[in-house]
Protein backbone atom coordinates (compact mmCIF):
# COMPACT_ATOMS: atom_id res chain seq x y z
CA UNK A 1 0.00 0.00 0.00
CA UNK A 2 1.10 3.45 -0.76
CA UNK A 3 -1.07 4.87 1.89
CA UNK A 4 -1.75 8.98 1.22
CA UNK A 5 0.03 10.16 -1.90
CA UNK A 6 0.06 13.96 -2.44
CA UNK A 7 0.61 16.05 -5.33
CA UNK A 8 2.63 18.11 -6.08
CA UNK A 9 5.01 18.61 -2.98
CA UNK A 10 5.66 22.00 -4.19
CA UNK A 11 3.73 24.75 -5.74
CA UNK A 12 4.31 28.40 -6.39
CA UNK A 13 1.65 30.59 -7.75
CA UNK A 14 0.86 34.28 -8.15
CA UNK A 15 -2.47 35.61 -6.64
CA UNK A 16 -5.42 34.71 -8.73
CA UNK A 17 -3.85 31.80 -10.51
CA UNK A 18 -6.11 28.80 -9.74
CA UNK A 19 -4.61 24.97 -9.35
CA UNK A 20 -5.69 21.64 -7.51
CA UNK A 21 -3.71 19.83 -4.97
CA UNK A 22 -4.07 16.33 -5.95
CA UNK A 23 -4.95 13.56 -2.72
CA UNK A 24 -5.52 9.66 -2.89
CA UNK A 25 -5.20 6.47 -0.72
CA UNK A 26 -5.28 3.16 -1.48
CA UNK A 27 -6.34 1.97 1.75
CA UNK A 28 -10.41 1.87 0.78
CA UNK A 29 -11.03 4.63 3.88
CA UNK A 30 -14.02 6.50 4.35
CA UNK A 31 -13.25 9.57 5.54
CA UNK A 32 -11.24 11.78 3.59
CA UNK A 33 -10.00 15.16 5.30
CA UNK A 34 -7.71 18.52 3.80
CA UNK A 35 -6.22 20.54 6.64
CA UNK A 36 -3.72 23.59 6.31
CA UNK A 37 -0.86 23.73 8.72
CA UNK A 38 0.54 27.37 9.15
CA UNK A 39 3.48 28.20 12.13
CA UNK A 40 1.56 28.25 15.70
CA UNK A 41 -1.89 27.14 14.59
CA UNK A 42 -1.42 23.87 14.46
CA UNK A 43 -3.83 21.83 11.76
CA UNK A 44 -6.90 23.59 10.90
CA UNK A 45 -9.63 21.70 9.09
CA UNK A 46 -10.84 23.15 5.64
CA UNK A 47 -12.96 20.65 4.18
CA UNK A 48 -13.66 16.56 4.68
CA UNK A 49 -15.78 13.80 3.35
CA UNK A 50 -17.32 10.66 5.04
CA UNK A 51 -17.98 8.63 1.48
CA UNK A 52 -17.58 8.66 -1.98
CA UNK A 53 -20.53 11.95 -3.11
CA UNK A 54 -20.47 13.34 0.12
CA UNK A 55 -18.06 16.59 1.09
CA UNK A 56 -18.50 19.14 3.73
CA UNK A 57 -16.91 22.37 4.90
CA UNK A 58 -14.88 22.55 8.06
CA UNK A 59 -13.00 25.64 10.12
CA UNK A 60 -11.47 27.52 7.35
CA UNK A 61 -13.39 26.42 4.26
CA UNK A 62 -13.13 30.22 2.00
CA UNK A 63 -11.30 29.90 -0.99
CA UNK A 64 -11.58 26.26 -1.63
CA UNK A 65 -13.49 23.60 -3.29
CA UNK A 66 -13.38 20.01 -3.13
CA UNK A 67 -15.04 16.79 -4.70
CA UNK A 68 -15.65 13.15 -3.90
CA UNK A 69 -16.23 11.33 -7.00
CA UNK A 70 -14.77 8.05 -5.93
CA UNK A 71 -13.39 6.71 -2.76
CA UNK A 72 -9.62 6.71 -3.43
CA UNK A 73 -9.45 10.37 -4.57
CA UNK A 74 -10.15 13.83 -2.81
CA UNK A 75 -8.52 16.57 -4.69
CA UNK A 76 -8.58 20.29 -2.93
CA UNK A 77 -8.97 23.47 -5.73
CA UNK A 78 -7.76 27.14 -4.66
CA UNK A 79 -10.34 29.09 -7.13
CA UNK A 80 -8.44 32.42 -6.92
CA UNK A 81 -5.25 32.07 -5.38
CA UNK A 82 -4.17 34.65 -2.56
CA UNK A 83 -1.04 35.02 -0.79
CA UNK A 84 -3.05 34.39 2.53
CA UNK A 85 -3.45 31.22 1.33
CA UNK A 86 1.04 30.22 1.29
CA UNK A 87 0.77 27.67 3.78
CA UNK A 88 1.73 23.71 4.20
CA UNK A 89 -1.57 21.48 3.13
CA UNK A 90 -2.25 18.00 4.92
CA UNK A 91 -4.16 15.68 3.58
CA UNK A 92 -5.62 12.69 5.62
CA UNK A 93 -7.57 9.60 5.76
CA UNK A 94 -9.54 7.05 8.41
CA UNK A 95 -11.45 4.21 7.94
CA UNK A 96 -14.20 6.29 9.75
CA UNK A 97 -14.75 9.48 11.35
CA UNK A 98 -15.21 9.43 15.17
CA UNK A 99 -14.91 5.77 15.84
CA UNK A 100 -10.98 6.40 17.58
CA UNK A 101 -10.16 5.61 14.46
CA UNK A 102 -6.71 7.30 13.89
CA UNK A 103 -5.77 9.41 10.82
CA UNK A 104 -3.38 8.98 8.37
CA UNK A 105 -1.64 11.40 6.57
CA UNK A 106 -0.34 12.38 3.31
CA UNK A 107 3.40 13.51 3.04
CA UNK A 108 2.01 17.46 2.11
CA UNK A 109 1.79 20.27 -0.17
CA UNK A 110 3.99 23.26 0.31
CA UNK A 111 2.04 26.25 -1.22
CA UNK A 112 3.88 29.29 -2.07
CA UNK A 113 1.39 32.22 -3.31
CA UNK A 114 2.78 35.86 -4.46
CA UNK B 1 -16.39 25.01 20.37
CA UNK B 2 -13.33 22.34 21.01
CA UNK B 3 -10.17 24.26 21.44
CA UNK B 4 -6.93 22.19 22.23
CA UNK B 5 -3.78 23.84 24.05
CA UNK B 6 -0.20 23.54 24.14
CA UNK B 7 2.77 25.05 24.74
CA UNK B 8 4.66 25.63 21.25
CA UNK B 9 8.40 25.00 22.40
CA UNK B 10 10.11 22.87 25.03
CA UNK B 11 13.92 22.05 25.14
CA UNK B 12 15.62 18.82 27.13
CA UNK B 13 19.21 17.76 27.11
CA UNK B 14 19.59 14.09 25.39
CA UNK B 15 19.08 11.39 27.83
CA UNK B 16 16.57 13.25 29.94
CA UNK B 17 13.08 12.72 29.87
CA UNK B 18 10.82 15.09 28.27
CA UNK B 19 6.67 16.00 29.52
CA UNK B 20 4.69 17.83 26.75
CA UNK B 21 1.51 19.09 27.96
CA UNK B 22 -2.00 19.46 26.35
CA UNK B 23 -5.04 20.72 27.54
CA UNK B 24 -8.53 20.28 26.10
CA UNK B 25 -11.82 21.85 26.21
CA UNK B 26 -13.89 19.17 24.98
CA UNK B 27 -15.28 16.90 28.26
CA UNK B 28 -17.13 14.86 25.56
CA UNK B 29 -13.50 13.83 24.23
CA UNK B 30 -13.70 10.16 23.67
CA UNK B 31 -10.36 9.70 22.31
CA UNK B 32 -7.41 12.03 22.41
CA UNK B 33 -4.15 11.47 20.49
CA UNK B 34 -0.22 12.57 20.18
CA UNK B 35 1.04 12.92 17.21
CA UNK B 36 4.84 13.59 15.73
CA UNK B 37 5.77 15.70 12.70
CA UNK B 38 9.67 15.33 11.34
CA UNK B 39 11.01 18.11 9.37
CA UNK B 40 9.31 18.02 5.83
CA UNK B 41 6.69 15.55 6.78
CA UNK B 42 2.99 14.34 7.36
CA UNK B 43 2.13 13.57 11.05
CA UNK B 44 1.95 9.94 12.32
CA UNK B 45 0.53 8.71 15.27
CA UNK B 46 2.60 8.13 18.01
CA UNK B 47 -0.14 6.76 20.44
CA UNK B 48 -3.52 7.59 21.64
CA UNK B 49 -5.86 6.93 24.73
CA UNK B 50 -9.24 6.16 25.69
CA UNK B 51 -10.97 8.56 27.54
CA UNK B 52 -11.78 5.61 30.52
CA UNK B 53 -7.84 5.17 31.05
CA UNK B 54 -5.49 7.25 32.92
CA UNK B 55 -2.40 6.22 31.61
CA UNK B 56 -1.09 4.56 29.01
CA UNK B 57 2.42 3.18 28.19
CA UNK B 58 3.98 2.13 25.19
CA UNK B 59 8.24 1.50 25.70
CA UNK B 60 9.79 5.08 26.09
CA UNK B 61 6.46 6.55 25.56
CA UNK B 62 4.08 7.26 28.74
CA UNK B 63 0.59 9.23 28.24
CA UNK B 64 -1.14 10.36 31.38
CA UNK B 65 -4.80 11.53 31.48
CA UNK B 66 -6.35 14.17 33.78
CA UNK B 67 -9.77 13.97 32.81
CA UNK B 68 -11.43 16.14 35.38
CA UNK B 69 -8.55 18.80 34.58
CA UNK B 70 -8.60 17.94 30.61
CA UNK B 71 -5.29 17.42 30.83
CA UNK B 72 -3.22 15.30 28.95
CA UNK B 73 0.50 14.71 28.98
CA UNK B 74 3.56 12.63 27.02
CA UNK B 75 6.13 11.60 28.82
CA UNK B 76 9.35 10.83 26.12
CA UNK B 77 11.84 8.35 28.60
CA UNK B 78 16.00 9.07 27.82
CA UNK B 79 15.04 11.45 24.93
CA UNK B 80 17.33 10.91 21.99
CA UNK B 81 18.38 13.30 19.32
CA UNK B 82 15.67 11.71 17.10
CA UNK B 83 13.07 12.93 19.10
CA UNK B 84 13.18 16.37 18.20
CA UNK B 85 10.04 17.09 16.10
CA UNK B 86 6.64 18.66 16.54
CA UNK B 87 4.11 16.87 18.41
CA UNK B 88 1.06 17.28 18.38
CA UNK B 89 -2.27 16.68 20.19
CA UNK B 90 -5.36 15.83 18.93
CA UNK B 91 -8.90 14.79 20.25
CA UNK B 92 -11.59 13.70 18.75
CA UNK B 93 -15.65 12.27 19.42
CA UNK B 94 -17.55 9.89 17.90
CA UNK B 95 -18.96 11.45 14.84
CA UNK B 96 -17.21 14.46 15.37
CA UNK B 97 -13.89 15.71 13.63
CA UNK B 98 -10.25 15.80 14.85
CA UNK B 99 -9.22 19.06 16.83
CA UNK B 100 -5.66 19.66 17.07
CA UNK B 101 -3.78 21.83 19.16
CA UNK B 102 -1.10 23.81 17.88
CA UNK B 103 1.91 21.74 18.20
CA UNK B 104 4.60 21.82 20.81
CA UNK B 105 8.49 22.36 19.07
CA UNK B 106 10.86 19.42 21.08
CA UNK B 107 14.70 20.81 20.42
CA UNK B 108 16.93 17.96 21.89
CA UNK B 109 20.52 19.43 22.77
CA UNK B 110 23.55 17.19 22.99
Known amino acids: NAGVTQTPKFQVLKTGQSMTLQCAQD?????MSWYRQDPGMGLRLIHY???????DQGEVPNGYNVSRSTTEDFPLRLLSAAPSQTSVYFC?????????????FGPGTRLLVL | GEDVEQSLFLSVREGDSSVINCTYT??????LYWYKQEPGAGLQLLTY?????DMKQDQRLTVLLNKKDKHLSLRIADTQTGDSAIYFC??????????FGPGTRLSVLP
Open chain 1, 92 to 104: ASSPRTGIGETQY
Open chain 1, 27 to 31: MNHEY
Open chain 1, 49 to 55: SVGAGIT
Open chain 2, 26 to 31: DSSSTY
Open chain 2, 49 to 53: IFSNM
Open chain 2, 90 to 99: AENNYGQNFV
